[in-house]
């Protein structure tokens, strides 16, 4: 069974700085998708990025970015240019690309903290 | 587009009691819908996975008879929580997905809390 861990229940992070969210997960799968959630206090989950294991171009998405090292297993979230909106809970999230197979595995979350 | 929406935002009932909580694709036709429970400062657990027209598939550990999912149409799926009791307490969230997109979209989510 897959699993995803993700290590660090909480980070803090000056406004402006950068912040690296851990994420590693586990499969025996070689085609999957891997994805970045935002859960504000609103608990509205909101797609940050997504990254398609088949593509060893790690995906951007304006101040967010990927680190995916297939290898290795790991999939780190950086957010650049941190602002007071970005706080909230940040959720891993793995999905097979197996034909018919479509439900998500989410890691524990990390609760990011924005200082000003 | 890619929206969906959930059904209430917010309910209270009494313990004993059945409630229903919707969730509609409101600009495309969700193939697949599923059902996440949420614990306060804790990550999703999938409760079930249903497809339009079919039975739902329950995640082990998850009763049936308890969490009644119903996906009547492309559009619409319900979570009925029956007998309800405090322990049932949570917030719950649907996603959907339709063919050829590889990612879900989520509902706002239900805060259900049972007195």
């Known amino acids: 069974a897959q699993t995803v861990t993700q290590s660090q229940p909480e980070m803090s992070v000056q406004e402006a700085e950068t912040v690296t969210l851990s994420c590693t997960y586990d499969t025996s799968e ?5 994805f970045w959630y935002k859960q504000p206090p609103s608990r509205q989950m909101i797609l940050v990025i997504r990254q398609e294991a088949y593509k060893q171009q790690n995906a951007t998405e304006n101040r967010f970015s990927v680190n995916f090292q297939k290898a290795a297993k790991s999939f780190s979230l950086k957010i650049s240019d941190s602002q007071l909106g970005d706080a909230a809970m940040y959720f891993c999230a793995y999905r097979s690309a197996t034909s018919g197979t479509y439900k998500y595995i989410f890691g524990t979350g990390t609760r990011l903290k924005v200082l000003a | 587009g890619a929206v969906v929406s959930q059904h209430p935002s917010w309910v209270i009932c009494k313990s004993g009691t059945s409630v229903k909580i919707e ?3 409101l600009d495309f036709q969700a193939t697949t819908m599923f059902w996440y429970r949420q614990f306060p400062k804790q990550s999703l657990m999938l409760m079930a996975t249903s497809n339009e027209g079919s039975k739902a598939t329950y995640e082990q550990g998850v009763e049936k008879d308890k969490f009644l999912i119903n996906h009547a149409s492309l559009t619409l799926s319900t979570l009925t929580v029956t007998s309800a009791h405090p322990e049932d307490s949570s917030f719950y969230i ?3 997905r339709t063919g050829g997109v590889f990612e879900a979209f989520f509902g706002q989510g239900t805060r259900l ?3």
């Open chain 1, 30 to 34: 070689s085609d999957y998708y891997l």
């Open chain 2, 94 to 96: 649907c996603s959907a």
């Open chain 2, 23 to 25: 969730c509609r694709s």
């Open chain 2, 113 to 115: 809390t049972v007195v």
